[in-house]
């Protein structure tokens, strides 16, 4: 069209032509910046819908925070300034977008928004960066810098870097452009609006991110291996040779910062200092000899209600040896006629646990018996018990020899054997039985004698004393004269048990 004399007609026809393109080239524009206010329509809708969803996550992680301080505490208190930062940006760029389509009648005629004077009036003076563009640049950088800080260490940190970056551009002829001019100088109202918008967006999916992430990394950690210890559990305490060994290795879970609400035991609170690193510290006194049940549960906020697990176990309180058993095999013996005095217990069985049970043979308290042996020779006593946690009793069976007590000896003013005393004293003295050398401090009565003066013959008493016949025989007695007590009669006192036998006493006569 371009070439030679061009006749009217043909100067007509490329006018036509001229007009035909500007008006196809002015409906695309308009198509354009109708597209740019649909998508600011949907942008407006979803950045709705993410403020819903953050404030749900705001305050899922602060029904947490209040359940859980020590866990989720730290990253509440992040989103918490988080929050209020992307607040103060979001409301910044909304009240610029208000500034923007304050003077339309119609805020939907996008067609009409292709101007570029508002922003290029605010922004940029005499082809410089005004204060007020200086300010909306420094604001996205404030939120920027202060977001990536709180969320350092986190994938999200480095997506904010990008998602705000208002580093130079380079353009299509690789020449380098301010941020502000490459994005809003120039262009039409709609697209900078929708920009505005998008920034918006960038902010609440800043939010979305940083509680996600926070709130996620939290309960990973939380179910995170590491957070757990190898316990081995056995069903009982102890063992005995040659039995199955039966427990378990658990898994469990040990968190310095899950702490319970509260925990009770046998129906009493424990004590807040107690309560640490996912534990309950017991250090109670373990109580009296025999079973004990340890029955409670641990109490932890969980949303609006709570949730409860149960504690139920036990443990043993058995005697605390205080000394060495030594025991000699030979010495096994119970003396019939007395109350023998026996200690019967079981390693590792409480004393209220144990039985014990052979002719004779009664408990006193505890641990402490009493055997009085009847007819024979020897005795045995079973004993049985089962030890705390075992499957299955223990029965062990002792023998004790059964033993009359051992022969006593005549006594006259505590003294045996021969004993040299005045005539005149003889009369006056009591004849007594006693067993000097035995284990049991026993009261022997005397029930009678026999007494025997040289030259007179044998003068049966009856009781301890001498007789007035025993007197007259002991009258004629002389000096050096070795008068005999002999036949002793004697009981155990507070039984109707006899001894069987009493050696004499000599007395020899001095003068």
């Given at each position: 069209?371009?070439?030679?004399?061009?006749?009217?007609?043909?100067?007509?026809?490329?006018?036509?032509?001229?007009?035909?393109?500007?008006?196809?080239?002015?409906?695309?524009?308009?198509?354009?910046?109708?597209?740019?206010?649909?998508?600011?329509?949907?942008?407006?809708?979803?950045?709705?819908?993410?403020?819903?969803?953050?404030?749900?996550?705001?305050?899922?992680?602060?029904?947490?925070?209040?359940?859980?301080?020590?866990?989720?505490?730290?990253?509440?208190?992040?989103?918490?300034?988080?929050?209020?930062?992307?607040?103060?940006?979001?409301?910044?760029?909304?009240?610029?977008?208000?500034?923007?389509?304050?003077?339309?009648?119609?805020?939907?005629?996008?067609?009409?928004?292709?101007?570029?004077?508002?922003?290029?009036?605010?922004?940029?003076?005499?082809?410089?960066?005004?204060?007020?563009?200086?300010?909306?640049?420094?604001?996205?950088?404030?939120?920027?810098?202060?977001?990536?800080?709180?969320?350092?260490?986190?994938?999200?940190?480095?997506?904010?870097?990008?998602?705000?970056?208002?580093?130079?551009?380079?353009?299509?002829?690789?020449?380098?452009?301010?941020?502000?001019?490459?994005?809003?100088?120039?262009?039409?109202?709609?697209?900078?609006?929708?920009?505005?918008?998008?920034?918006?967006?960038?902010?609440?999916?800043?939010?979305?991110?940083?509680?996600?992430?926070?709130?996620?990394?939290?309960?990973?950690?939380?179910?995170?291996?590491?957070?757990?210890?190898?316990?081995?559990?056995?069903?009982?305490?102890?063992?005995?040779?040659?039995?199955?060994?039966?427990?378990?290795?658990?898994?469990?879970?040990?968190?310095?910062?899950?702490?319970?609400?509260?925990?009770?035991?046998?129906?009493?609170?424990?004590?807040?200092?107690?309560?640490?690193?996912?534990?309950?510290?017991?250090?109670?006194?373990?109580?009296?000899?025999?079973?004990?049940?340890?029955?409670?549960?641990?109490?932890?906020?969980?949303?609006?209600?709570?949730?409860?697990?149960?504690?139920?176990?036990?443990?043993?309180?058995?005697?605390?040896?205080?000394?060495?058993?030594?025991?000699?095999?030979?010495?096994?013996?119970?003396?019939?006629?007395?109350?023998?005095?026996?200690?019967?217990?079981?390693?590792?069985?409480?004393?209220?646990?144990?039985?014990?049970?052979?002719?004779?043979?009664?408990?006193?308290?505890?641990?402490?018996?009493?055997?009085?042996?009847?007819?024979?020779?020897?005795?045995?006593?079973?004993?049985?018990?089962?030890?705390?946690?075992?499957?299955?009793?223990?029965?062990?069976?002792?023998?004790?020899?059964?033993?009359?007590?051992?022969?006593?000896?005549?006594?006259?003013?505590?003294?045996?054997?021969?004993?040299?005393?005045?005539?005149a004293s003889v009369a006056r003295?009591?004849?007594?039985?006693?067993?000097?050398?035995?284990?049991?401090?026993?009261?022997?009565?005397?029930?009678?004698?026999?007494?025997?003066?040289?030259?007179?013959?044998?003068?049966?008493?009856?009781?301890?004393?001498?007789?007035?016949?025993?007197k007259q025989a002991l009258g004629?007695?002389?000096?050096?004269?070795?008068?005999?007590?002999?036949?002793?009669?004697?009981?155990?006192?507070?039984?109707?048990?006899?001894?069987?036998?009493?050696?004499?006493?000599?007395?020899?006569?001095?003068?």
């Open positions: 069209m371009a070439g030679g004399k061009l006749s009217p007609r043909q100067k007509m026809i490329n006018l036509m032509y001229l007009v035909f393109i500007a008006m196809l080239a002015m409906n695309m524009s308009k198509e354009v910046l109708s597209a740019f206010g649909l998508m600011n329509e949907k942008l407006t809708e979803a950045n709705a819908k993410a403020t819903e969803k953050n404030t749900t996550g705001y305050e899922t992680l602060a029904q947490k925070a209040s359940e859980q301080a020590k866990q989720y505490g730290e990253a509440k208190e992040k989103t918490d300034q988080l929050k209020i930062a992307a607040d103060e940006l979001y409301a910044y760029v909304g009240d610029l977008k208000s500034q923007m389509t304050g003077d339309l009648e119609d805020p939907k005629a996008y067609e009409s928004m292709d101007k570029s004077k508002f922003l290029d009036e605010l922004f940029f003076k005499g082809g410089k960066i005004s204060p007020a563009g200086k300010e909306f640049v420094a604001k996205i950088e404030g939120f920027r810098n202060q977001a990536a800080e709180l969320l350092e260490g986190t994938e999200v940190a480095d997506v904010v870097a990008t998602r705000f970056n208002t580093g130079a551009v380079t353009n299509k002829d690789g020449k380098k452009i301010d941020w502000l001019k490459y994005n809003y100088e120039g262009f039409p109202l709609i697209a900078s609006l929708t920009k505005f918008t998008q920034i918006q967006a960038d902010v609440k999916a800043t939010e979305s991110d940083a509680l996600s992430s926070l709130l996620q990394g939290k309960l990973s950690e939380a179910v995170s291996m590491t957070k757990y210890e190898a316990m081995i559990v056995f069903d009982k305490g102890a063992y005995y040779p040659g039995e199955k060994l039966s427990g378990r290795v658990i898994l469990g879970k040990k968190d310095p910062n899950l702490t319970a609400e509260t925990v009770i035991i046998n129906g009493k609170e424990i004590a807040a200092d107690k309560i640490q690193a996912g534990q309950v510290i017991l250090d109670g006194p373990a109580g009296n000899v025999g079973d004990k049940e340890l029955l409670g549960e641990f109490k932890f906020k969980e949303a609006d209600s709570t949730v409860s697990i149960p504690i139920k176990g036990g443990y043993a309180v058995i005697p605390r040896p205080n000394e060495a058993l030594v025991s000699a095999d030979k010495m096994n013996v119970v003396y019939r006629g007395l109350a023998n005095p026996l200690t019967i217990s079981m390693p590792g069985v409480p004393g209220n646990k144990v039985r014990a049970s052979a002719p004779g043979l009664r408990r006193v308290k505890g641990d402490s018996y009493v055997m009085s042996p009847g007819k024979g020779n020897e005795v045995n006593i079973v004993v049985t018990g089962t030890p705390t946690g075992a499957d299955k009793g223990v029965r062990s069976v002792k023998k004790f020899r059964i033993k009359d007590i051992p022969p006593a000896v005549g006594m006259v003013r505590g003294q045996y054997g021969t004993v040299k005393m005045p005539k003295i009591n004849v007594a039985a006693g067993l000097p050398d035995f284990l049991f401090d026993l009261k022997l009565n005397v029930s009678s004698f026999k007494i025997k003066v040289p030259g007179q013959v044998t003068i049966p008493v009856n009781g301890r004393n001498l007789s007035a016949r025993a004629k007695a002389r000096r050096n004269d070795v008068i005999t007590i002999y036949d002793i009669k004697a009981s155990v006192s507070g039984s109707n048990y006899k001894i069987k036998k009493v050696l004499p006493v000599n007395i020899e006569i001095t003068n």
